[in-house]
């Protein structure tokens, strides 16, 4: 059973930084892109930034420059790291697997919540 687990969500002012980390367990076929959506109240889900398994890296405009995204294939693990954070950098940010012959998969999300 594929499993996502983030952590590294928090409280934190304007201008912090925060580091998110996602970490794949049961997977039996190769992860191709591996990435973090955010959901903001009352908003649709939209995708932060996503990492191919070459490592190409998409980032939505909005974070560019501010976060960097870094992904480790040898332990299915994805990594966010936030910085200059602002208010409306807040979310639940979920973590988000694409896995070859197998679908998409989902983490439970992590609430990160900046304050001006």
């Known amino acids: 059973q594929v499993q996502l687990v983030e952590s590294g969500g928090g409280l934190v002012q304007a201008g912090e930084s925060l580091r998110l980390s996602c970490v794949a367990s049961?997977?039996?076929?190769?992860?191709?892109?591996m990435g973090w959506y955010r959901q903001a109240t009352g908003k649709q889900r939209e995708l932060v930034a996503a990492?191919?398994?070459?490592?190409?890296?998409t980032y939505t405009d909005s974070v560019k420059g501010r976060f960097t995204l870094s992904r480790d294939n040898t332990k299915n693990t994805v990594y966010l790291q936030m910085n200059s954070l602002q208010p409306e950098d807040t979310a639940v940010y979920y973590c988000h697997a694409a896995v070859l012959l197998a679908g998409n998969y989902w983490g439970q999300g992590t609430q990160v919540t900046v304050s001006s």
């Open positions: 049961g997977i039996k076929f190769p992860i191709n892109t």
């Open positions: 990492i191919s398994r070459s490592g190409t890296i």
